[in-house]
């Protein structure tokens, strides 16, 4: 049975073989381009490099950047056709075409960029944001900007940004009004929220997919963890009774040899091989109980220490060995370096449980240390807290060529804190392991108390994090609800807020509009006048004709939050020349 072994009925995820083509054996591999044009030689076939073109990202970008940029060069102009206008659209599609390349290129190191420039080309055609040129790039590269990055902040305050920037070219640009501004906020919510949502979205669904199948695999490797465990347990019952039978078996022989010895009929030669017998018997019951300590996992050597084996002795075999290691005791404040620490000092002696999981602890955090981190600096700290023992043991950080080794050669580690994990549970204590400053530190902390109860399993990292990561797709597919509901209410109560405050400014007192005169100078008339006219500075839809003759027509409100009826006034040649009421309520 291999480490790889399972016990009967355990399942186990297999992974079917891919079919590999044969070759014949006078074809040289693909890759092997020595030679020239060698006849017999094989060439890459045209279509699989096609093929493997066309799934790059290069080739991918070049799509994406030629689908955002038809659109920008081939539509006509703006929506809508009393839409506000910017930068002449001419020079705008010019620009489009490197400012779109530009996006595409850095939309995976740089999204946040990328999402702005669209934008940006938008709001120079017009305050209102919404052409037919850019919107398929906004939605597109906002959707990657919540695909390509975690930074929800910066893309709020990107959006927010495109929001405090049409309000100020809602005040400047002319024919720009607050309708436009809504206008923008409606697009960006539609245009660039709603997609970045939808892309954060699809990232988090990819990491709790990812988060799945790594706890599926370590599931996988904890089986075969149980497994060996398993097998080791067996070897410990099969040790037990090797050791109860065999050796009580031996000291039976051993005390038989002792009694014929000293039997008086025996002569002398024949007391001397019961002597001998005894000796025998004696040394085979030693030899059985080193045999038991052999009989361990496989790549564990067989033990050279002896059982009783102390921490002191311990760190002064690691100190011997050219470890930077150093031993501290919290007891009276004392201060033992591990050079200095002598076999002779007597600590207080702890629970044989205790004292056996905390040698276990330094021992496996050392040789951690040591393969790890060679040459770092190691501190063991021993502490005592009323009925509790805690050790520590940190190591530093490895020189930096020692660093850069271990990195080009990392391996998978093992199971020894699985182990170490477990043996301090069963003794009633917790196991923490954790990166520290560049370091490593374990920390165990065990009762004083005989006989203390077995602390509670630890939950397995992996379901803590596919939990995590269904927390964050839960919350992110909350924020694709509760974002553009909160934003749509808030645009609307910002809208009816507006329109409630032109609706005040736009009412005309009855006195002033009394006191006009017709053939009065339109200067004259519109200091007096509102700052606002009856729509918004624009004309009601239900607004009767001018009257003939007349060259412009301004209608006022008589009162707040209704055009029925609405002061009209006319101007001919920059004079008042009609005032009437008419009723311009749809």
């Not at 050796?247 to 039976?252: A, C, N, R, Y």
């Not at 804190?417 to 374990?442: C, I, K, S």
């Not at 609307?492 to 509009?513: E, N």
């Not at 339109?522 to 700052?531: I, N, Q, T, Y």
Request: charged share 25%.
């Amino acid at each position: 049975m291999t480490g790889t072994d399972r016990l009967p009925g355990t399942p186990r995820r297999t992974l079917p073989d891919r079919p590999r083509p044969s070759r014949p054996a006078s074809d040289p591999p693909d890759g092997d381009h020595r030679g020239g044009d060698r006849p017999g030689r094989r060439r890459p076939a045209p279509a699989a490099a096609l093929r493997r073109l066309l799934r790059s990202e290069r080739a991918a970008d070049l799509l994406l950047w030629l689908v955002l940029t038809l659109p920008a060069v081939s539509a006509g102009g703006l929506p809508g056709a009393e839409q506000a206008a910017g930068v002449d659209l001419r020079w705008i599609r010019i620009a489009a075409v490197p400012l779109l390349a530009l996006a595409v290129a850095v939309s995976r190191s740089r999204p946040l960029l990328a999402a702005a420039i669209p934008a940006g080309l938008a709001l120079a055609a017009t305050p209102e944001l919404f052409t037919n040129q850019f919107v398929l790039a906004q939605v597109a590269l906002s959707f990657l900007l919540g695909r390509r990055t975690d930074r929800p902040r910066r893309a709020l305050a990107l959006f927010c940004a495109i929001a405090a920037a049409g309000l100020v070219l809602a005040r400047t640009v002319p024919d720009a009004t607050f309708g436009g501004w809504a206008t923008l906020v409606l697009t960006a919510l539609f245009a660039m929220v709603l997609p970045w949502l939808l892309g954060r979205y699809a990232r988090q669904h990819a990491a709790l997919v990812s988060t799945g199948w790594e706890l599926a695999e370590r599931l996988e490797r904890e089986q075969e963890l149980t497994a060996d465990r398993t097998r080791l347990r067996e070897r410990s019952r099969i040790a037990g009774d090797m050791h109860d039978s065999l050796g009580h078996e031996l000291t039976l022989i051993a005390v038989r040899a002792a009694a014929l010895q000293v039997s008086p009929g025996l002569d002398e030669p024949a007391r001397k091989e019961a002597a001998e017998l005894r000796e025998a018997a004696a040394a085979a019951t030693e030899r059985l109980r080193e045999v038991i300590g052999v009989l361990r996992e496989d790549d564990e050597g067989a033990p050279v220490h002896p059982a009783d084996d102390r921490v002191e002795e311990l760190v002064k075999r690691a100190a011997a060995s050219g470890m930077e290691v150093e031993l501290v005791r919290d007891e009276g404040g004392d201060r033992t370096a591990a050079s200095d620490a002598s076999a002779d000092e007597a600590p207080t002696p702890l629970p044989p449980v205790a004292d056996r999981a905390i040698h276990r602890v330094v021992q496996e955090a050392l040789t951690n240390a040591a393969k790890h981190a060679p040459g770092a600096p190691v501190t063991v700290r021993l502490r005592r807290d009323g009925d509790h023992a805690e050790v520590t043991v940190v190591n530093g950080t490895p020189p930096p060529r020692t660093a850069k080794a271990l990195k080009a050669s990392q391996t998978p580690g093992g199971y020894g804190l699985v182990g170490l994990d477990e043996r301090v549970r069963l003794a009633g204590g917790t196991l923490h392991a954790q990166p520290v400053d560049g370091g490593f530190a374990v920390t165990a902390r065990l009762p004083l108390t005989p006989g203390a109860a077995p602390a509670p399993p630890r939950e397995y990292a992996a379901r803590r994090e596919l939990a995590a990561a269904r927390r964050r797709v839960r919350r992110g597919i909350l924020d694709a609800i509760w974002i553009p509901v909160v934003g749509t209410i808030v645009l609307g109560a910002l809208l009816f807020g507006v329109d409630l405050y032109t609706s005040y400014r736009a009412v005309l007192d009855a006195g002033t509009y009394d006191s006009l005169r017709i053939g009065q100078p339109r200067d004259a008339v519109e200091r007096r006048l509102p700052a606002y006219e009856a729509d918004v500075n624009t004309r009601p839809a239900a607004a009767p004709a001018d009257p003939p003759g007349t060259d412009d027509c301004v209608l006022y409100r008589t009162a707040p939050l209704t055009l029925d009826p609405s002061y009209r006034l006319c101007f001919t040649d920059g004079r008042l020349s009609h005032k009437d009421k008419v009723d311009a309520d749809p």
